[in-house]
Nanobody
Framework: QVPLVESGGGLVQPGGSLRLSCAVSGSIFSIATMGWYRQAPGKERELVAGITTIGHTNYRDSVKGRFTISRDSAKNTVYLQMNSLKPEDTAVYYC?????????WGQGTQVTVSS
């Protein structure tokens, strides 16, 4: 079973919205701090947002007020709601889990913001 599976990427115009989802293995979800990262061409992978098991969140400055990370324990899923998207948000977005079981990455989902 693949631990993390992302979905929800796509092409959107500037100012638009997307919601990314990350389905997480049940054995991991309840104990893991979850994060969304992104990597643009020619750049290093960077943390976009994180959420702990008790719901504490953190965001990189450039997405504060526009992106919201959340987790649904009934569905073992982590979401990243992205509003007011900008061309500079274009990247491959990756879901990550960190726990005593180790670190896991999803396969990534492409987000392209362009008119």
């Amino acid at each position: 079973q693949v631990p993390l599976v992302e979905s929800g990427g796509g092409l959107v115009q500037p100012g638009g919205s997307l919601r990314l989802s990350c389905a997480v293995s049940g054995s991991i979800f309840s104990i893991a701090t979850m994060g969304w990262y992104r990597q643009a061409p020619g750049k290093e992978r960077e943390l976009v947002a994180g959420i702990t098991t008790i719901g504490h969140t953190n965001y990189r400055d450039s997405v504060k007020g526009r992106f919201t990370i959340s987790r649904d324990s009934a569905k073992n899923t982590v979401y990243l709601q992205m509003n007011s998207l900008k061309p500079e948000d274009t990247a491959v977005y990756y879901c990550n889990s960190a726990s005593r079981l180790g670190y896991y990455w999803g396969q990534g989902t492409q987000v392209t913001v362009s008119s």
